[in-house]
């Protein structure tokens, strides 16, 4: 658990994602980015539900959109790319680490956000990297 006096957040804390994955296991660092095309140097995990439901159905495969509970093992911090771009004071509670996240469950059901949504999303993504500006600070 994360010891630090200095919390950021108490959770809980989701990763939206296309993996398969299982209780136990363990989101690490260096991995393909879903929103650029380079391993990561983070783990990104957030504490709201909205924000992991776009993280799983923005995840770069054809695979089953998951919502895991995890669990950081280490420190982490505010996500950048978020925080300091887009909605400074973190509204969207959003975090990143060079720990590891263990799986503690997976959420069985949850809404997701309508195709027309999705497909909004996709369009401004690419877009940003058409334009060279979808950077991800990592």
Not at 77 to 83: G, I, L, Q, S
Not at 100 to 124: F, V, Y
């Amino acid at each position: 658990m994360h010891d630090n006096k200095d919390v950021l957040d108490q959770g809980p804390f989701f990763h939206g994602t296309k993996a398969e994955l299982k209780i136990g296991d363990l989101l690490e660092p260096q991995h393909l980015s879903n929103y650029q095309d380079k391993k990561s140097n983070h783990i990104y995990f957030t504490a709201t539900l909205e924000a992991a439901k776009w993280g799983a159905e923005l995840a770069a495969s054809n695979s089953k959109e998951r919502i895991y509970i995890v669990e950081p093992l280490g420190d982490f911090e505010n996500d950048p790319n978020v925080t300091d771009k887009r909605f400074p004071g973190n509204p969207t509670r959003s975090y990143r680490s060079k720990s590891s996240l263990r799986i503690i469950a997976e959420l069985g059901s949850w809404e997701r956000h309508s195709d027309e949504q999705i497909n909004h999303m996709l369009t401004s993504l690419k877009t940003l990297r058409e334009q060279g500006k979808a950077v991800i600070l990592d």
